[in-house]
Each structure stands twice: as C-alpha cells, then as structure tokens.
C-alpha cells in the first residue's frame, strides 16, 4: 500500500483537461516537502515532468502543471494529446519513513 | 547529455545473491547522489536506496534494509547495489537514477532481475 494515494485511472478526450490528484499526509507532503511527477509511456523508463511542486524540465511542455496545497498535490494536463497515454506518478520524502515514497500510479487514457 | 546504463540483472534462485551496476557518464558524477528504484511486473514504482554524493550517507526502504546494500565508486563513474537474501517478492525491473533537490531527474532503461527457483 502507497502512502502517497493517486486514483488508479483518469481519463478524457483529446483536447480536455484532466487532473491527477495525489493525497499524502503530515509526514509527507504536508510536512513541506517537494512533490514531484513522472511520466511513464509503455515499456520505458519514467520520466520526470515536474519537480519542486510546479517546476517543468526544459523540453516538458507547458501543457502540465503541477500544483500543491496542504497534505495534497495535482498534476494537471491541458489540451489532451494521444501521446500523454501513460502512467503517472507522484514522489516527495517521508520523514516519519525516512525514505522516499512514490503514489501508486495513475494511467492516463485518451479517448 | 546525461546517460545512465544499468547491468547485471538475470535470473536468481531465493536466497541468492546478485549485484547491479550503473555505469554514468555526461555530468559530475561524484557532485550528485543516486538512487535505485524498482518495478515489479504490472506493478508501481518503489523506492528502493539511495547514497549521497561522497559514498558516505545512505538510506534504504524498509523492505531491503538489511539485505541490500548501495555503494558507488566515483573514480569510475558506478553506483551498485548488491543485493542478498533474494525473494521472490524483488522481482523487477531495477532503475539507477540521479538525484537533483530530490527529484530523480535522469533514470536509466533498467534492468531485470528474476527471483525463482
């Protein structure tokens, strides 16, 4: 069982705008510390597409965002696109674990 | 450009051992910490260990504290991880990955390790 919580599904057609949630807790992501997203495609290796809560790599398009407030945080995708079919998720640090924790994932479907 | 290539994954009975390399190269090796992370088949990501940038510093997930242990030779560009005590249950595709602030910024293809008899 994660201690970061994603929904296991979301989806939308091309164009829409979809919203990953990823819930945590005190010791977590309401502790302060930085929430950051991947991006998985099929059989590759994950990508990261947001650090420090809302910050994109160079190449990631404006298209995702990512935003934080309290225990929680969200990936947001505008303007759907075939090509964002994959699985997403969410990473910060645990201080009651003393470890890095992931969410469990959430595969995104264009209809 | 960033490039991290990990090795030494195959096919382990229980109770074996086995050690992964990660070979890096692009940028300073030995000014950034790294991690593993692994993925079991169909399954999530898990947080695995990482070390910090002088070798000395380390911390591990609970499920491998005890049995693996991370390490890293900066005068050749490698991180490892050997891993004892294998199960069953660490099956899965091992990923080395760079660490900036926190976030995993550049992972390699991985690498599989099959635990079975």
New interface residues.
Partial sequence: Q?VLTQPPSVSGAPGQRVIIACTGSSSNIGAG??V?W?Q?LPG?????LI??DVNR?SGVPDRFSGSKSGTSASLAITGLQAEDEA?Y?C???DSG?????????TKVTVL | QVHLVESGGGVVQPGRSLRLSCAASGFNFGTFGM?W?RQAPGK????VA?IWYDGINK????SVKGRFIISRDNSKNTLYLQMNSLRAEDTGVY?CARD???????????TLVTVSS
């Fill in positions: 994660s510390y930085d950051h991947y998985q590759t290796a994950p990508k990261l650090y420090g790599p699985d998720y990473q910060s640090y674990l003393s470890a890095y924790v992931f969410g469990s994932g | 991690h992370v999530g990501l898990e947080w990482v911390d591990y997930a609970r990923y900036k602030e926190q976030a995993l910024d550049f992972w390699g293809q991985g």
